[in-house]
């Protein structure tokens, strides 16, 4: 790194969060998350992790989407939202379905000193339920925008990238893996066993998903799974393999970021299995080879492994429900973005020119890096502490 200079800064973070949905304008409101739950109908059942290939009856889909209909319906949403998105594609399953994302902001496909959050549904094909209300949420943004103060937030000031299906194939076979039957949340890079550090030997969703970061600096992400209801975050795994908490640098920032979503959502934080509804990924079960653990060590990006629905597979019919249940937690979640950390950009003092730089807070072992062109920074943080700070150029 070429160092030239470093600058210490003190700053203490407030916690701007609204209670039971944002309806105030101002972005200075204080209060804090919180829905009304009555009653905790979710049995946290684990994910099975072995035996995935078997096929379950086919009218099982019945009310999903098809891969076809996803795609009319990703498309129709870019024609129908057109002044507040852009549709473009990351590349292709392996049996050559493109992996179509909807961005949505009020500048889409512009750079702006803004975060940027990406939502993944269905990294596992027969966990469709992601996909679903992914589609929903474009469409609830797109219809709400100029009418919900929450969604003009995120409109304006985040640029909010969806991807509805990590894992078109998969769906397909109605089934866990891809078209080669491997596990997509197995085949990144690895912190402690890194197998598979030959990236030519990656599924193509994988690299599809790797080359997105590449060119794209988000902030926080999150991918959406079924066969339990709770808010998972880093570590997903130690180096022992045991089943043992495994704190990450930014511990406290993740279950900061996890609260937000279970204690937004209708139930998932009065979980009898998990408290709070938030787990830490190596106390849960180890997982080796995961899209989280990679995007916050190689990617930048705070990243959650959501689980959305105890049943993988619920009667379409329940899709409604589910999508109410979890419709405040990814607004809060995306909105969370801006409404607490620390953020800037880095100029030149001379020629007034965006400059490279990096972020650190004292006590935590991370970096965060200025994006490219426009040299803007956003660092998530526990709200209500002080922290001190170094900016490198
Ligand atoms: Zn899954």
């Given at each position: 790194?070429?160092?030239k200079?470093?600058?210490l800064f003190?700053f203490f973070v407030?916690n701007?969060?609204?209670?039971g949905?944002?309806?105030s304008?101002s972005?200075?409101?204080?209060?804090?998350?919180?829905f009304?739950n009555?009653?905790?109908?979710?049995?946290g059942?684990?994910?099975?992790?072995?035996n995935?290939?078997?096929?379950p009856r086919?009218d099982?889909?019945?009310?999903?989407?098809t891969?076809?209909?996803?795609?009319?319906?990703?498309?129709?949403?870019?024609r129908?939202?057109?002044?507040?998105?852009?549709?473009?594609?990351?590349?292709?399953?392996?049996r050559?379905?493109?992996?179509?994302?909807?961005?949505?902001s009020?500048?889409?496909?512009?750079?702006?000193?803004?975060?940027?959050?990406?939502?993944?549904?269905?990294?596992?094909?027969?966990?469709?339920v992601?996909?679903?209300?992914?589609?929903?949420?474009?469409?609830w943004?797109?219809?709400?925008?100029k009418?919900d103060?929450?969604?003009?937030?995120?409109?304006t000031?985040?640029?909010l990238?969806?991807l509805?299906?990590?894992?078109?194939?998969?769906?397909?076979?109605?089934?866990r893996?891809?078209?080669?039957?491997?596990?997509?949340?197995?085949?990144?890079?690895?912190?402690?066993?890194?197998?598979?550090?030959?990236?030519?030997?990656?599924q193509?969703?994988?690299k599809?998903?790797?080359?997105?970061?590449r060119e794209?600096?988000?902030?926080?992400?999150?991918?959406?799974?079924?066969g339990?209801?709770?808010a998972?975050?880093?570590?997903?795994?130690?180096?022992?393999?045991?089943?043992?908490?495994?704190?990450?640098p930014?511990?406290?920032?993740?279950?900061?970021?996890?609260?937000i979503y279970?204690?937004?959502?209708?139930?998932?934080s009065?979980s009898?299995?998990f408290?709070?509804?938030?787990?830490?990924?190596?106390?849960?079960?180890?997982?080796y080879?995961?899209?989280?653990?990679?995007?916050?060590?190689y990617?930048?990006?705070?990243?959650l492994?959501?689980?959305i629905?105890?049943?993988?597979?619920?009667?379409a019919?329940?899709?409604?429900?589910i999508w109410?249940y979890?419709?405040?937690s990814?607004?809060n979640?995306v909105?969370?973005l801006v409404?607490?950390?620390?953020?800037?950009?880095v100029?030149?003092s001379?020629s007034?020119?965006?400059?490279?730089?990096?972020?650190t807070?004292?006590?935590i072992?991370?970096?965060?890096?200025?994006s490219?062109t426009?040299?803007?920074?956003?660092?998530?943080?526990?709200p209500?502490?002080?922290?001190e700070g170094m900016?490198f150029?």
């Amino acid at each position: 790194m070429n160092l030239k200079f470093c600058i210490l800064f003190s700053f203490f973070v407030r916690n701007v969060i609204a209670r039971g949905g944002y309806r105030s304008t101002s972005l200075s409101s204080a209060a804090d998350l919180g829905f009304e739950n009555e009653s905790y109908a979710g049995s946290g059942r684990h994910l099975i992790e072995e035996n995935q290939s078997h096929h379950p009856r086919t009218d099982i889909a019945r009310g999903y989407m098809t891969n076809s209909e996803l795609e009319r319906a990703v498309k129709e949403f870019g024609r129908r939202c057109s002044h507040i998105s852009r549709i473009y594609s990351i590349g292709e399953s392996v049996r050559g379905f493109p992996l179509w994302v909807i961005e949505i902001s009020d500048k889409p496909g512009r750079e702006e000193p803004e975060p940027a959050f990406k939502f993944i549904g269905n990294v596992h094909g027969d966990e469709p339920v992601g996909r679903e209300l992914l589609l929903l949420l474009a469409n609830w943004i797109c219809d709400n925008y100029k009418r919900d103060p929450l969604v003009d937030l995120i409109v304006t000031k985040v640029h909010l990238h969806i991807l509805p299906s990590m894992n078109p194939d998969g769906f397909s076979f109605r089934r866990r893996g891809n078209a080669n039957n491997v596990d997509l949340n197995r085949d990144f890079a690895d912190q402690f066993f890194p197998w598979n550090n030959n990236e030519d030997a990656r599924q193509p969703e994988t690299k599809a998903i790797m080359s997105w970061l590449r060119e794209m600096r988000f902030t926080a992400s999150a991918s959406l799974h079924g066969g339990a209801l709770v808010a998972n975050y880093p570590w997903d795994a130690s180096l022992d393999k045991r089943k043992n908490y495994y704190a990450c640098p930014d511990d406290g920032t993740f279950r900061f970021l996890a609260s937000i979503y279970s204690k937004s959502h209708y139930n998932m934080s009065l979980s009898k299995e998990f408290e709070g509804g938030i787990t830490n990924g190596a106390a849960w079960y180890p997982v080796y080879g995961g899209m989280q653990d990679w995007n916050y060590i190689y990617g930048g990006c705070f990243e959650l492994t959501l689980e959305i629905s105890d049943n993988k597979w619920p009667n379409a019919k329940e899709l409604p429900t589910i999508w109410e249940y979890n419709k405040m937690s990814m607004l809060n979640l995306v909105a969370s973005l801006v409404k607490t950390g620390v953020h800037g950009r880095v100029f030149s003092s001379d020629s007034g020119r965006p400059l490279p730089g990096l972020i650190t807070i004292k006590g935590i072992n991370y970096t965060v890096k200025t994006s490219g062109t426009l040299a803007d920074y956003h660092r998530l943080l526990v709200p209500g502490e002080r922290y001190e700070g170094m900016k490198f150029f």
